[in-house]
Each structure stands twice: as C-alpha cells, then as structure tokens.
C-alpha cells in the first residue's frame, strides 16, 4: 500500500477500504483521482476475498470535499461533457454485487456527497458536514446530487440543501436520513468495521440478491420491484448457501457461507 497512491487499499480479513489520499486538497475528486477510484473498486469487486467495501477520506478534516474545482475554470463544456460520461465511481458504486459502506469522517460536499449517497449506507463522525454547494459556483449538481438526493430525504430537505448550498451538521444529516448513524469521530473507524465485518458474515449471494432487489424499490414501479424481489429470491433459494443457512439453523449453530 503506497502512501504516494491517490487511493489506498486495505484488506481486513473480508472487509476492504478504500482511502481517498488527497488530504491537502480535502481528497477533492480530480479526474485522476475517479481514474484511481474506478480501479481500485473494480479490483476490491473482483477479489472474492472480499464481502464488504468501506470508502472514507483521508485525514481527519475530510471525506471528499467535492470535485476539483480548478478544473473547471479552463474545461470547455463539450470537454465537461466527455468528463461527465466517462465511467463513473457512482455508477460503479451503484452496481457493486458487494455492500458499499461511507465512512464519512470530516467534509462530505458536493461530487463527494454524491459518491457517498451512491453508497448503501452512510456512517458519519459527528464533526462532518453535508452540502450541495453548486449552487454558490452558478451550476447545478451534476453527478446525481438532484436524483438522489429527494430519493434518500424528501423533496423539500433536498431542495433546501440544494438551491441554498448551504451545509448542514451530522446531527440534521441524521434527523433526515442522509446518514443512518453518527458516533464520535475516533470511534468512526472501529465503528465501521463493527458494521462491516458483521454484513461479511452474511451469504454473498444473499447479499447481492438484497442490494438488488432493494434498489430496485427507488427505480421502479411496485409490481415489476416484486418481480425482482421475487426473482432473486428464487436465485439466492438456489444457492449452496441457502442450504448451509437452513442447515445452520436447524443444527443451532454459525453458518458458514462460501458465496455458492
């Protein structure tokens, strides 16, 4: 593990973090640090070691202060535009088979609000700070901060937070449910991995089966999202772990999951 590298990644048994390692710049998302972002995760996903991923900031004054706003002042929009549809860490985020978790220690604003929110979960140190700031530049969130943002805390938080740019604390994060727990933050990391290594205990299949068909409650109508659910039911009740699950049980003791 590099320190020089724009994200660093560590393994704890099942559980892989992925540290944004930009701290002189609040870990701001340049274009080579999504580049090194999108790399390092697709590694994470394709290692079958690894159950859980974990993404934060390094240091202890930020998780990701947004986009790199120094390249905007000479980006033409046809050159933006090409930025903008590039592979996306969002994206990527989205459609992991394995559970995203932001451990959100210090500043959490615009491009980084949007790479949290594209996570499962959020768990933020209580010093954070959450923000669509765009607005303050004459520009509009533009990696999914007006999509998802209503999706997680209702319109009328997410307009607030939108056409004010103002931040808000972890305490208001939590009360409207931008974040599902806050703790102090030298607690955050040991926290995290509490949660983590908990969900790396599960089926992966099961774990899958669940981000997806979760998901899909947000992105369709309710009788296609019971389609899926009702779909990847039968997929994880196929599955190998689905029978040591069963057997578990019935035997009273820990199950042991081989993702099969």
């Known amino acids: ?134 607005i303050n530049l004459g520009i509009i969130p533009g990696g999914g901060g007006t999509q998802r943002l209503p999706r997680l805390v209702g319109l009328g938080h997410a307009m607030r937070m939108i056409l004010s740019g103002e931040p808000i604390d972890a305490a208001e994060a939590l009360r409207i449910g931008l974040v599902q727990e806050v703790v102090p933050p030298d607690a955050l990391r040991a926290r995290v991995r509490e949660v983590a290594a908990r969900i790396a205990q599960k089926s992966p299949v099961a774990l899958a089966a669940a981000r997806e068909a979760t998901r899909a409650a947000l992105q369709t109508p309710l009788a296609e999202g019971l389609r899926v659910e009702t779909g990847l039911y039968l997929l994880a009740f196929a599955s190998a772990d689905k029978a040591e699950g069963v057997r578990a049980f019935l035997e009273k003791r820990t199950a042991q999951f081989t993702g099969r």
């Open 1 to 134: 593990m590099s320190e020089t590298a724009l994200v660093l990644t560590e393994r704890d048994g099942a559980v892989a973090t992925l540290t944004i390692n930009r701290p002189d710049k609040r870990n701001a998302l340049s274009t080579a640090v999504r580049q090194a972002f999108l790399a390092a995760f697709r590694a994470v996903v394709d290692d079958e070691a690894v159950r859980v991923i974990v993404v934060t900031g390094a240091g202890e004054k930020a998780f990701v202060a947004g986009a790199d706003i120094a390249e905007f002042e000479t980006r033409t929009p046809v050159e933006q535009y090409r930025a903008m549809r590039a592979p996306s860490p969002l994206e990527a985020l989205e459609r992991s088979p394995k559970p995203v978790i932001a451990a959100i220690n210090g500043y959490c604003l615009g491009g980084g609000l949007e790479l949290a929110m594209a996570c499962d979960f959020r768990i933020a140190a209580a010093h954070a700070l959450f923000g669509q700031p765009e």
